[in-house]
C-alpha cells in the first residue's frame, strides 16, 4: 500500500466570528492563496456560523468543519449538536478533544474517544486533539499522557476502522496553545514519531498527524519540515487571512 499524507492545515477559529468578519476573512484568505499547489485546507467556525461558511466555501479549494460535536445521534440532549446535523451541513472535519474542551467542559478521554467515533459514523472526519499541560511536560510525563489520550481512541477505532478510516491527530501541549510558545522541533518531531509508532501498530499508517500551539507564518515553514508533522492546527493565525495563507503555502511546500 502506498502511504500517501496529503498535508492538511486546519483554522480553528474558537469562539470568534462575526457575519461581517467571517466574509471579508475568507475573501482575503482566497484572493491569498493563489498558488497552483495547495495543501488540504479547512476551517472550523462556531456552530451558527457553519451555514454561512459553507456557502461562501462553495467551489472553492477550502472545506469547512466543527470543534466539537455530540457523541450522541439525536435526542434529549440540549444545547449538543449531532454529527448527522454537521453532516448536513456540508463538513469535512469535526475538531474532538480540544484541550480547551477538556479544560472548560470536563470532556473525559473515553468522552472524546466516543465522540471520534459519532463523526466517522457520519462519514466525517476526526480531528482528534492530543497534548500534555504544562505541569505534565515539566515533570516529563508528555508521552505517558499521550498515551492515555489516545489509548480510548485507538481500542474504540479498532472496533469500526476499516482501510476507508480516515481520522487525523492534532499533537497540541496545552502551554503551547495561544502563547508563542512552540516546543524545539526535535521536541515535536520525538512526540509526533511516538504517535506515529502507536498509529502504525493500531494499523493506521495512513493518519495525519499535525502540530498545533502558536503556530505562526513565521514558523510553520520549520514546523513542517519535520519528517512527521503532517501540517497544522491553527487558532489565533487562522483569524489572519495573510498569516494563515503563508501558513499554508508552508505546509505545500511539504509536497514538492
Ligand atoms: P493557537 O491555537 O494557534 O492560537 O496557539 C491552536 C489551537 O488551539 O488549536
Not at 466543527?66 to 449538543?80: F, L
Not at 472526519?125 to 481512541?153: H, N
Not at 504517535?195 to 494499523?203: Q, V
Request: hydrophobic residues 45%; contains cysteine; negative net charge.
Amino acid at each position: 500500500m502506498t502511504i500517501v499524507r496529503t498535508p492538511l492545515v486546519v483554522g480553528n477559529w474558537k469562539m470568534n466570528g462575526a457575519f461581517g468578519a467571517n466574509q471579508s476573512l475568507l475573501e482575503n484568505l482566497l484572493r491569498g492563496l493563489v498558488q497552483k499547489r495547495l495543501p488540504e485546507i479547512g476551517v472550523c467556525p462556531p456552530f451558527p456560523y457553519i451555514a454561512q461558511v459553507g456557502a461562501l466555501l462553495a467551489n472553492t479549494p477550502i472545506v469547512w468543519g466543527a470543534q466539537t460535536v455530540s457523541e450522541h445521534r439525536a435526542g434529549a440532549y440540549t444545547g449538543q449538536v449531532s454529527a448527522p446535523m454537521l453532516k448536513e451541513l456540508g463538513c469535512t472535519y469535526v475538531i474532538v478533544g480540544h484541550s480547551e474542551r477538556r479544560q472548560y467542559c470536563a470532556e473525559t478521554d473515553d468522552a472524546v474517544a466516543r465522540q471520534a467515533v459519532a463523526v466517522l459514523d457520519s462519514g466525517l472526519m476526526p480531528i482528534i486533539c492530543v497534548g500534555e499541560s504544562a505541569d505534565e511536560e515539566a515533570t516529563g510525563q508528555t508521552l505517558a499522557v499521550i498515551d492515555r489520550q489516545l489509548a480510548p481512541v485507538l481500542l474504540a477505532l479498532a472496533g469500526v476502522a476499516d482501510e476507508g478510516t480516515t481520522v487525523v491527530i492534532a499533537y497540541e501541549p496545552v502551554w503551547a496553545i495561544g502563547t508563542g510558545k512552540t516546543p524545539t522541533p526535535e521536541g515535536v518531531q520525538a512526540v509526533h514519531a511516538h504517535i506515529r509508532k502507536r498509529l502504525d501498530a493500531a494499523g493506521l499508517v495512513q493518519t495525519r498527524i499535525l502540530y498545533g500551539g502558536s503556530v505562526k507564518g513565521s514558523n510553520a515553514e520549520l514546523l513542517f519540515a519535520l519528517p512527521d508533522v503532517d501540517g497544522g492546527l491553527i487558532g489565533g493565525a487562522a483569524l489572519d487571512a495573510q498569516d494563515f495563507s503563508t501558513i499554508c503555502t508552508a505546509a505545500a511546500n511539504r509536497m514538492v
